[in-house]
């Protein structure tokens, strides 16, 4: 596609439950980086990788959140036994090699009740 | 630590007035420096980037942003605001070699006729 794309856009979910956030950079770009953003706060870094491998993982705030890129290509962001605090929006960006100007996706509203 | 600071949370500007959101940045060394804009429901887009040379630097929509080292500022102008530019600004700092962008907490921009 022409950007971005994230699936779901909105995902409600009980506490305690897995959920899988997916999404599908730009053909061709190497760079994908997650970041999630809490309510009337800026994006926060969780992870980026350069190909198929996690380069920083360091943003992920605790071992329940996981998230892979298999083919270097679609990534998808896991997070296990959910809590209510992991309520935010969830935003991919890819860019072209990571030294490049990063586009976003328009998120995943993750809400755990 | 490395942070970016946006210190107006809310800004209300007339349709046609000039507008400047603030950013200040505070990081061992200039990093590399953003603004991006995000509208409801919408994915972040940048508007512009300074990485080095001339500190005033055009972006798209008609806005501008003038960096000052001795400031530690990079704050975002537009002479005449449109009703369209509601939405959230955020400012985000970039550092040499790093993967991740430091974002604001961001600005809400309120257009009134």
């Known amino acids: 596609g022409a950007g971005v794309s994230q699936t779901p856009s909105n995902k409600v979910t009980e506490k305690g439950k897995y959920v899988e956030l997916r999404c599908d950079p730009i053909s061709g770009h190497t760079a994908l980086y997650w970041y999630r953003q809490s309510l009337g706060q800026g994006p926060e870094f969780l992870i980026y990788f350069q190909g198929t491998g996690a380069a920083d993982d360091s943003g992920l705030p605790n071992d329940r959140f996981f998230a892979v890129r298999p083919e270097g290509s679609v990534s998808t962001l896991k997070i296990q036994r959910t809590e209510r605090g992991d309520s935010a929006v969830y935003l991919c960006?890819?860019?072209?090699?990571?030294?490049?100007?990063?586009?976003f996706g328009q998120g995943t509203r993750l809400t755990v009740v | 630590a490395q942070s970016v600071t946006q210190p107006d949370i809310h800004i209300t500007v007339s349709e046609g007035a000039s507008l400047e959101l603030r950013c200040n940045y505070s990081y061992g060394a200039t990093p590399y420096l953003f603004w991006y804009v995000q509208s409801p429901g919408q994915g972040l887009q940048l508007l512009l980037k300074y990485f080095s040379g001339d500190t005033l630097v055009q972006g798209i929509k008609g806005f501008e942003a003038e960096f000052k080292r001795s400031q530690s500022s990079f704050n975002l102008r537009k002479p005449s605001v449109h009703w369209s530019d509601a939405a959230e600004y955020f400012c985000?700092?970039?550092?040499?070699?790093?993967?991740?962008?430091?974002f604001g907490t961001g600005t809400r921009l309120t257009v009134i006729p």
């Open positions: 960006a890819s860019s072209l090699n990571g030294a490049s100007e990063a586009f």
């Open positions: 985000a700092g970039l550092l040499t070699g790093a993967n991740n962008l430091f």
